[in-house]
């Protein structure tokens, strides 16, 4: 749909910018990161997008994160001073400022995600970075007033569950052990498929000779 879009006009940047959202998407899927091609996909999507629309923040904003997954931190600093220039608090640049701090100062890097997560309370990929620098500087009681907090507000959500349990289970807080056991449980029902090995033992299935 994408491409048929695209096709009768390449000059869409909504339809762009959501191509460039799957590939990245695509991206964290193991069998599909070999030589990480989905992300050159949509560095090279971006890019073309980016010369006819040099100041259009959604494009901007996705090439700081591809760039963010190659780990090239002065591209990153590039594309986000752009977007800061247009908008400095569209949605997500707090999230990048968060990120470039993360490694060297992790209060700094709160207080950014903090910063996002008061203008996207709901958005989980939001919470769960605060919860991530939470437990990175040992606050696990705010860790886990903020997750009771989130979780009233805004209901159970998978990923921070997860993520606050796998938490407070490494320092051996027993915090949410209840939803860890249904996640567990869940993944014993349903392990994860691995496409790469299921392929090798068709292929071998079918060589066998009786």
Known sequence: MLKKILDSDPD?????????????????????????????????????????????????RLMCSVNHYFRNENLVKKYLSKLEEINYYYEGASTIRGNLSFDRDLVTALIHYEDELKRHPKVVAYACNKITALYRLGRMDDLIEYADDYIKNHGNQRDLLHRAGMFCYDVGHDAYNEQLELIRVFQNKFPPVYVDEKKKCRRQKIHVKV
């Open 12 to 60: 869409d940047t909504d339809a762009t910018a959501m191509l460039a959202r799957c590939l990245i998407f695509l991206s964290h899927i193991d069998w599909l990161t070999e030589d990480r091609k989905k992300l050159r996909q949509a560095e090279s999507v971006l890019s073309q997008a980016l010369k006819k629309h040099p100041d259009n923040p959604a494009l901007l």
